[in-house]
């Protein structure tokens, strides 16, 4: 069965199929089927209902099974935040740089063991027959000091994943690197099973 994708971030969309198409599971963007899919606005006040949002409106417009993600950074020491607010946090849409300045303005002074963080990813694959699958991934570490590599997208050059004993910046991983540890992979895989089993 093919899948459409409910995301305008190419980079996630890259890593959305670079994580699908080897587990056989078909996934296409809406330029790639010659449609437009809504760009739903995230109301939700959790990532899973916003990945829902995005995935039910995805499903109806195309009439194909639709997999959406939502995902962001949770920090501790900010209760939470940035969270559902994480593409927007320093107010613009999707500004890299200003919301890793926000982030490391609101963490300044404080020291190393209280900087921990994770990444977290929700998704969600709406049928048109009504079936919803949900699969979650998270991705521990510890906010850094300075922004360090140039991968990835996001928060990447200030996130320190526990994986690698919190000594290199998630954008300084390779690609494969990331997607074996990161939140968006171990959500991935865990809908790829899901998928498997609905067919
Ligand atoms: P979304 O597009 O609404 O899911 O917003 C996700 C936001 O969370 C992105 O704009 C990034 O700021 C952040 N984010 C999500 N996943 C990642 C990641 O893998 N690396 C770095 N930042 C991420």
Redesign the pocket.
């Known amino acids: 069965m093919d899948y459409i994708i409910a995301?305008h971030?190419a980079?996630?969309r890259d890593?959305l199929y670079r994580i699908l198409s080897p587990l056989g599971i078909k996934v296409h963007l809406d330029s790639e089927l010659g449609i437009e899919l809504t760009d739903v606005e995230?109301t939700g006040t959790t990532?899973k209902e916003?990945a829902l949002l995005k995935a039910e409106s995805g499903c109806r417009e195309s009439g194909m099974p639709c997999i959406a993600?939502?995902?962001?950074?949770t920090v501790d020491y900010l209760g939470g935040e940035?969270g559902?607010y994480?593409?927007r946090?320093a107010g613009g849409?999707?500004n890299?740089e200003a919301?890793i300045a926000k982030l490391l303005k609101n963490l300044e002074g404080v020291p190393d063991e209280k900087r921990g963080a994770a990444?977290v990813?929700e998704i969600c694959c709406c049928y048109p027959d009504g079936r919803v699958i949900y699969a979650k991934g998270e991705?521990k570490g510890r906010i850094g000091f300075e922004s360090i590599g140039n991968g990835?997208?996001?928060?990447?050059p200030v996130?320190m994943p526990e994986d690698y004993g919190f000594t290199k910046s998630?954008a300084q991983l390779t690609a494969e690197e990331?997607d074996a540890i990161?939140?968006?992979g171990r959500a991935i895989r865990e809908l790829a099973g899901k998928i498997g089993e609905q067919i």
């Open positions: 995301t971030n980079k996630k890593e995230e990532f916003n993600d939502d995902s962001g950074l940035p559902v994480s593409a946090y849409h999707g890299d919301n990444f990813s991705c990835g997208f996001g928060y990447d996130f998630m990331k990161s939140h968006r």
